[in-house]
């Protein structure tokens, strides 16, 4: 009745939601194409982190993400060079080893520069080094400096003296050590040892936590929490100014969000890379860079508790049920794991068997374990934490063992109660009888990774969750470490890792990481490092986006 | 309430009621369908939702064929028949939390609505203070103060211990709309001529409650509920796609969407299709749930719905 | 009606404790130790861990570290961040703007939105077009938000490439006085539209039915066909009572809405509070997990206050207090 009337006349009422209508199309039109480019001389490069870094205390940081920010702002003695993982002086400009193996004396350069305009001297290199080690830093990162003379009294507080630290000159600082300890080099390259002016440091309210200064390439300039974090280029590096001047370091947390982030542009670098097989992946071609990562991932055997616990032929069962080739061929590309200590630190060892996939063996040691056809096995629950990445694979293993007539039950939990489950405390065993679990190496040497996860004076939470206790193995660790010579070291770590490996499958080896980076063409200058992604120096790259 | 009606104006009976309980009944109907009969339609299907469907060196996931009407997902497992299992988690969350809701809001709406005065301002002040509460965020913390399901008294017991947690968390912070209608209706019949009646001849309060108050308030909540239940499966689906849901293997639809996320830009059927599952079975609860509210009381049709 | 409000905001601070409380407790007792996690992620010397725990005072007996906690409340300070090292009054100021300015535009765009659609059921009411409005509106809040966000983000952000992909931009103006940035205007307007979905069907549905029951579709239609100034007397009529079920949603949906939230912060990264609260509780960071709970709650029952007010405010006919918001659950 009324039809004609409504459909001649747009009723007052739809107003509303044409105007909605046309707001909506607008925006949509005005926001096309809104690539602002900045004055044109400036050079900025955007990379992806997952979260904010819980830390920019060079002191405290332990993860990666505080030190993908700190990398930029902070500078120590001495560095790897990214590529080939050698030790190089960084402030240091020289450094000498007494004979005996126990002194380490170093040079610092002249022209080294702190954000805020003050000259580094000694005296700021053993000012941090007490910070380090102070028990009212409460760094979880103490341990790199507790070899030197005296540092075990000083850092429980028992004494303000430090023997171990002198500085004879405004230019010269000497280390002592207590016993000789063959990867402290190596050790000091860790951020942890940044150097740090003590004028900005010894605030009680702790403002550096906000606005670091240091002595890096790059300095801070601000921090949108969950947002960004942006630096500039410090234009008194010692290594020279930097082409970039200016690093956005973005917070994306939802990985596929950040892919089209960087595919619309709004990223120069990003840390993940589609599927292998996608057409994007062809489509993005050269873009898309490979490169090892020293790290090793792994499933962990609970030896604490049944049934794993003394029961090698078990562990080597479930180790043969595992499809690792297909992990590497359809899952993340990353190489298979023969063993413990991956490519590029000394020690590995190509030659190791590993344990290939072999169902049929799988069930025999099974049944060698005195679990024939898996009868007679407790519920064993596998631990990861929560990831979807992790989801997959770990599904994948489930049905790998399914295979063999082990159920297997996952249990996905946030991070903080899956540490709770493997670490247990250093008397209880931790919960989990399996968890997943991967370990990058602090710095390329095999006792970055021994010690921590198979020396048995680390069982529990020190990262021996596995409880492994192998005295064979012990002394062999603790022989290297004292060792000189590279070539004797390396031995001792390899035959190490045959005990561990091909007698007592002390876990399921699963694979050896690799980095997967994405770069836009006009990012020039990138040197990969199997020190991953996160440490590929910014200061050496350039943006040549050209006029086309 | 809104407003009542001005004298003189009747709303118009349209076919806008009877239509949306049809298309409602036929949504959810179907997916209950899915649901119950989750073994027999993977097996005519022709793939277990749990084991890898493609063979071992076909990358994952394959685009929908013949052989997987839905394709597979990124383990090669088949879409379809883990979307039919997934009705099943959905469904007996959705309805499981929703039960725990109605009961604790009938016990705490009764009492309050029945009692009056002071138990009634009490228990009004604690229902405001669970409705006020961020509910999404104090139900990530619930779930998270439960890592282990299995060893949970009761829980322990379902076939699937990590989604018990869920609907009992949803149900212990869903209760309140129904507490709040309950307890209107309670106020409201109560001074219906019946009640009053039954007051007189002398019956007690429970059978005043049982018998009169309650088959009363059933239609009201009935609706309140069938709307519950989509908003439910919406949650689980949230958490599930947080990765705190439903535990893998389960075939979730939330953890589907997250697994398919990583696929978006070129296999996107992986994150569709769990995508239009849930919007299909929470569309079917609330068309259900506007239709029953007509339907169950002609007299407020339109009201807030 | 001042007699109403002191008593709503004095009965508030109870309730708020009551509700820290609760919090408190559920958080303390999530497994997990907040010590360990301060440490960082990496193995390391089990005394480190405990060097922490006493800093923080996390060795102490529970009921002590509540009655400190809850004295420190008592006097308006919500604690340390555990993980950030720094008030969580801080740590609000950065977030809780993010948020608010999500919700307002996202509450705009359903209001807008919603109005209209619900407008144009209640118009076509008894034939297919109300009928296909009215499963629209169901269809936008039956779907979930963070699925949705994504679709949203791969049609109009990289298929058409109309719109950011993500973020909150860091090129906004500053709001002058409180240092709050402003997102980039174009970073909003997909998250706002994802979260503002769902609310929208409920809005829509609501005037639809508010339309139909007043009778204000017929009386337009009439007065349509006799003058358009007529007619305008009366959109202001029939608007007015629309509100109402912009304001009930909002009202009802409060909890809803900011679930909506953190699954639409986590898809656009948008730095928001309910991603900060979601990471807190992962961190088992307990101060900013509950103050943030805390300052959470006590907006949603100031909205309802408000909603109260509003409803009073509209319709006179109705008591602050008496009409409460209707009690059928709506998300």
Not at chain 1, 59 to 69: K, M
Not at chain 3, 234 to 258: K, Q, Y
Request: glycine content about 10%; proline content about 8%; some cysteine.
């Amino acid at each position: 009745m009324f039809r004609g009337v409504t459909a001649s006349r747009p009723c007052p009422a739809v107003r509303p939601f044409l105007l909605f209508l046309c707001a909506v199309a607008a925006l949509g039109l005005a926001c096309r194409n809104r690539e602002t480019a900045g004055p044109a001389a400036e050079q900025t490069f955007r990379f992806r982190i997952r979260e904010d870094p819980p830390t920019l205390d060079p002191a405290r940081a332990i993860d990666q993400l505080s030190e993908a920010v700190l990398f930029r702002l902070f500078r120590g003695l001495v560095e790897l060079e990214p590529a080939t993982m050698t030790v190089r002086p960084a402030v240091a400009e020289s450094w000498t080893v007494s004979e005996d193996r126990l002194t380490y004396t170093f040079r610092l350069r002249d022209d080294v520069y702190f954000h805020n305009g003050r000259k580094v001297t000694a005296r700021d290199v053993a000012w941090s080094y007490r910070r380090l080690l102070s028990p009212a830093t409460k760094s979880p990162r103490r341990s790199i400096l507790e070899p030197l003379a005296g540092a075990a009294a000083f850092a429980r507080g028992a004494t303000t003296d430090l023997p171990g630290l002198t500085t004879p000159d405004d230019r010269t600082i000497a280390l002592r050590l207590e016993k000789p300890f063959a990867p402290f080099l190596s050790a000091l390259t860790l951020m942890n040892t940044a150097i740090l002016p003590a004028e900005v440091y010894e605030d009680p309210g702790e403002a550096y936590l906000r606005a670091p200064v240091g002595c890096g390439p790059f300095h801070f300039v601000r921090w949108e929490q969950s947002n960004f974090i942006e630096l500039a280029a410090f234009d008194r590096f010692y290594g020279g100014r930097p082409s970039i001047d200016r690093v956005v370091v973005r917070i994306i947390e939802n990985h596929q969000g950040a892919l089209q982030e960087y595919l619309a542009g709004g990223l120069d670098s990003l840390d993940e890379v589609p599927e292998d097989d996608d057409p994007l992946a062809a489509a993005l071609g050269d873009e898309i860079l490979r490169y090892p990562f020293i790290g090793t991932e792994f499933i962990g055997f609970n030896h604490a508790v049944a049934p794993f616990k003394g029961n090698a032929a078990l562990r080597q069962a479930f180790n043969y049920a595992v499809d690792k080739e297909y992990f590497h061929k359809t899952r993340h590309g990353n190489p298979m794991a023969n063993g413990i200590i991956p490519p590029g630190a000394p020690g590995h060892d190509p030659s190791l068997p590993g344990y290939p996939y072999d169902p049929e063996k799988a069930r025999r040691l099974l049944a060698q374990a005195g679990y024939p056809g898996g009868r007679g096995l407790p519920p064993i629950t596998l631990w990861y934490n929560t990831a979807e990445s992790l989801n997959q694979d770990m599904q994948k293993i489930q049905l790998d063992l399914k295979q063999i007539d082990v159920n297997l039950t996952l249990q996905s939990v946030d991070w903080a109660a899956y540490i709770a489950a493997i670490e247990g405390t250093p008397v209880r065993p931790g919960q989990a009888p399996m968890y997943r679990f991967g370990w990058s190496l602090d710095y390329p040497d095999a006792e970055s990774i021994l010690r921590p996860l198979l020396h048995s004076a680390n069982a529990g939470p020190a990262g021996n969750y596995s409880r492994y206790a192998n005295p064979r193995v012990d002394a062999l660790i603790d022989e290297a470490m004292g060792l000189v010579d590279d070539a004797a070291r390396a031995e001792r770590y390899m035959e190490a890792q045959r005990i561990a490996v091909m007698e007592d499958a002390v876990w399921l080896f699963l694979s050896y990481y690799e980095s997967k980076t994405l770069f836009k063409p006009w990012v020039k200058g990138v040197v990969t490092t199997p020190l991953g992604e996160f440490r590929i120096p910014i200061e050496r790259l350039r943006i040549e986006k050209g006029s086309s | 309430m809104p407003p009542a009606a001005p004298p003189g104006v009747h709303a118009r009976v349209g076919s806008g009621p009877r239509a949306s309980l049809m298309l409602g009944l036929v949504l959810v109907g179907f997916f209950v369908l899915c649901a119950a009969a989750a073994p027999v339609l993977s097996r005519w299907i022709g793939f277990d939702p749990l084991v890898q469907a493609t063979d071992r060196w076909t990358t994952p996931p394959t685009p929908p064929d013949r052989a997987h009407p839905l394709g597979t997902d990124a383990l090669g497992r088949d879409l379809l028949s883990r979307l039919v299992h997934g009705a099943r988690v959905s469904l007996l969350v959705g309805v499981a939390a929703e039960i725990i809701a109605i009961v604790i809001g009938i016990v705490i709406g009764g009492c309050a609505g029945y009692a009056g005065g002071r138990v009634d301002a009490w228990l009004m002040r604690v229902t405001d203070l669970v409705f006020a509460f961020p509910a999404p965020l104090l139900a990530l913390a619930a779930i998270a103060a439960v890592p282990d399901p299995e060893t949970v008294p009761l829980l322990r017991h379902l076939p699937e211990p990590s989604l018990g947690v869920v609907f009992v968390v949803l149900g212990g912070i869903g209760w309140v709309g129904i507490a709040r209608l309950v307890r209107g209706e309670f106020l409201r019949i109560r001074e219906q001529e019946f009640a009053r009646a039954a007051q007189a001849i002398g019956a007690g309060g429970a059978r005043i409650v049982i018998r009169h108050l309650l088959p009363n308030a059933a239609g009201p909540i009935v609706v309140a509920g069938t709307l519950g239940v989509g908003g439910n499966i919406l949650m689980e689906a949230w958490l599930s796609f947080l990765g705190i849901g439903a535990r893998p293997p389960a075939p979730s639809w939330g953890s589907m969407i997250t697994e398919g996320q990583a696929y978006i830009l070129s296999k996107p059927w992986v994150c569709v299709f769990p995508g239009l599952a849930v919007l299909g079975v929470v569309l079917g609860f609330n068309l259900l749930g506007d239709g029953l509210n007509a339907w169950l009381d002609p007299r407020r049709r339109h009201a807030a719905s | 009606m001042t007699t109403y409000v002191l008593r709503r905001l004095t009965g508030l601070a109870p309730v708020l404790i009551a509700a820290a409380t609760i919090v408190w407790i559920l958080v303390f007792f999530i497994p997990g130790d907040p010590a360990r996690l301060m440490a960082g992620s990496r193995a390391l010397d089990p005394q480190v861990v405990e060097d922490i725990r006493a800093e923080w005072g996390l060795d102490r007996p529970v009921p002590l570290q509540y009655l400190t906690w809850l004295g420190k409340l008592l006097r308006g300070d919500l604690g340390t961040s555990y993980i950030q090292r720094r008030p969580v009054a801080e740590i609000l100021g950065d977030h809780f703007p993010p948020t608010l300015i999500l919700a307002l535009a996202a509450v705009a765009l359903s209001a807008g939105g919603g109005l209209a659609l619900g407008t144009l059921a209640a118009f076509a009411r008894g034939r297919l077009p109300g009928l296909v409005v009215q499963v629209l509106a169901l269809v936008g809040a039956s779907t979930p938000v963070f699925w949705i966000g994504l679709m949203l983000m791969l049609l109009f952000s990289s298929r058409l490439g109309w719109l950011p992909v993500l973020g909150y931009g860091d090129d906004g103006a500053m709001v002058p006085g409180i240092g709050v940035r402003l997102p980039e205007w174009d970073h909003l307007v997909l998250p706002a539209l994802t979260l503002s979905l769902m609310s929208m069907g409920a809005i829509a549905r609501l005037t639809r039915s508010s339309l139909a029951e007043t009778g204000s579709a017929e009386y337009l239609r009439t007065a349509a066909a006799k003058g358009a100034s007529r007619a305008r007397v009366l959109v202001g009529h029939a608007l007015r009572n629309a509100l109402i079920p912009v304001i009930t949603v909002i009202g009802l949906d409060f909890s809803a809405l900011l679930g909506g939230a953190v699954a639409t912060e986590y898809v656009f990264a948008w730095p928001g509070l309910g991603k900060t609260v979601a990471r807190a509780i992962a961190l088992r960071d307990l101060p900013v997990v509950v103050g943030c709970v805390l300052f959470l709650t006590m907006i949603a029952v100031l909205v309802s206050l408000a909603v109260d007010l509003l409803y009073a405010a509209i319709d006179p006919r109705i008591q602050p207090g008496a009409a409460g918001i209707p009690s059928v659950t709506l998300r």
